[in-house]
């Protein structure tokens, strides 16, 4: 192979390289910051207890009937 006949831009290849490599870090951090929005960490989920859910009232009373 010679090399002037097949020219090849180190530089230009670097700088190629790096945009593709911004690209696909954006790319990931879009996602995750998604996922995140979709899903919330279980930390800030809200969780209710069996005993806050029930209302005795309407127990009481579906055991009457």
């Known amino acids: 192979m010679d090399p002037p006949q097949y020219p090849f ?8 390289s790096e945009i593709k490599e911004n690209y696909i870090v954006s790319r990931f951090r879009e996602r995750r ?11 800030k989920r ?13 127990h009481h009373e579906l055991q009457a009937v």
């Open 33 to 43: 910051k998604k996922i995140e929005e979709d899903y919330p960490p279980r930390l």
């Open 46 to 58: 809200k969780y209710f207890k069996r005993d806050h859910m029930r209302d005795s009232n309407v």
């Open 9 to 16: 831009d180190v530089e230009a290849y670097k700088r190629q």
